[in-house]
């Protein structure tokens, strides 16, 4: 089985790219504790909105999915599950709210994610819920033909088990070490988690949810207000070709994590950066018009009246409503369809 010692990462060398998007990041932490002492309310409706997105993106990577109206209540724990793929949602919202509660006191270790499997598993009635896998997986691409092959071979059912331990304990070591900053660290344990593919299924919801731990534990909260989740998402064939060169030569340790770094990276750096544009609003004594004004200014394309109140979390629903249909009178922008299905955009002239 290969080997896990991530005390040798002391003798890597971080190219410049990695170095600015650590510098950057840590930058933008250093302002997160002033953004946090803001108005409570505009910080409690960005939250709300991110454990939606995060529940619903990180389930749609893997094509599961239900309507939006249903996705906020499940989230909202207002219903209860109707089908497998609602059942796959409840779990992850689940295991998501024990993260944002917990994170103090999760630590990494083999059991406890087996824990969380359990917990994202366990509306579905599946037996494997909290079990590393008893068969071969393989991580499979198919082509736009309908034909596939096996990109990747994971470790073997019975290597998983002590290789999750060694990861964890590797982890733990070189972070009380600091062998090297915890942001090139983060990336590399979650690439070589995805690369064990220790379960039967929800090997990359596991993968996500774990990131959003250790970055928490490291103290970076952006994730609680902006959805990483969804930002994957929306990047998912990027994520995948990453994914799919860091696993080239893992097998026998000759791997690069570096592209996978500065993925995730640039996604955490991509999550501040809307998490002060955001609260920027806060900080303007504007008036609801301008605040709204501006977020569609800054919006290319189609939106809708849910995605400009995403944007100005310092004002509530009517207020935005309000906004947009002064600039419709003022033909500053045009609306297409009714009710619920109203969509909006920059008139052009």
């Known amino acids: 089985m290969r080997e896990f010692d991530y005390d040798q990462l002391k003798k890597s060398s971080w190219d410049g790219e990695i170095l600015s998007l650590v510098a950057q990041i840590r930058e933008h932490k250093g302002k997160q504790e002033l953004y ?7 910080l409690e409706r960005l939250i709300e909105v991110a454990k939606i997105q995060s529940t619903d993106s990180s389930n ?3 094509g599961i999915g ?17 089908s497998r793929d609602e059942q796959e949602i409840a779990g992850y919202r689940d295991a998501l709210k024990t993260i944002h509660e917990n994170y103090k006191h999760i630590p990494l270790k083999g059991n406890v994610i087996l824990q969380l499997h359990r917990n994202l598993l366990a509306y579905t009635g599946k037996t494997f819920g909290g079990k590393y896998k008893n068969t071969q997986n393989y991580i499979n691409e198919t082509h736009t033909d309908g034909g596939s092959f096996t990109r990747f071979t994971p470790l073997e059912p019975f290597e998983t088990p002590m290789a999750v331990d060694a990861i964890c304990a590797s982890y733990r070591q070189a972070l009380d070490n600091q062998v090297v900053d915890t942001l090139i660290l983060i990336p590399i344990f979650i690439c070589d988690f995805l690369c064990i593919h220790p379960f039967n299924d929800g090997n990359g919801r596991m993968s996500r949810l774990l990131t959003t731990l250790l970055l928490y534990q490291s103290g970076f909260f952006v994730g609680k207000y902006i959805s990483i989740e969804q930002k994957i998402e929306r990047t998912k064939d990027t994520y995948y070709d990453v994914l799919g060169k860091v696993s080239s030569g ?21 999550c501040y950066r809307d998490f002060e ?27 809708t009246k849910a995605q400009i109140l995403e944007l100005c ?7 935005v409503e309000a906004a947009l249909k002064r600039l419709k009178e003022e033909g ?18």
Do not use: C
């Open 66 to 82: 239900t309507s939006n109206a249903r996705m906020r209540e499940l989230v909202n724990e207002k219903t209860t599950p109707r």
């Open 250 to 270: 893992w097998h026998n340790g000759t791997n690069d994590y570096t592209s996978f770094i500065k993925y995730l990276l640039g996604i955490v750096l991509n």
């Open 313 to 319: 979390p310092s004002i509530g629903s009517s207020s």
């Open 277 to 303: 544009r955001r609260l920027g609003s806060v900080d303007r004594k504007s008036s609801s018009y301008e605040i709204v004004r501006k977020a569609v200014e800054d919006t290319l394309g189609v939106f």
């Open 60 to 62: 749609r990577i893997e």
């Open 332 to 349: 500053f922008i045009l609306s297409q369809g009714s009710g619920r299905n109203t969509t909006y955009v920059r008139n052009p002239d």
């Open 36 to 42: 946090l002492r803001q108005k409570p309310v505009e």
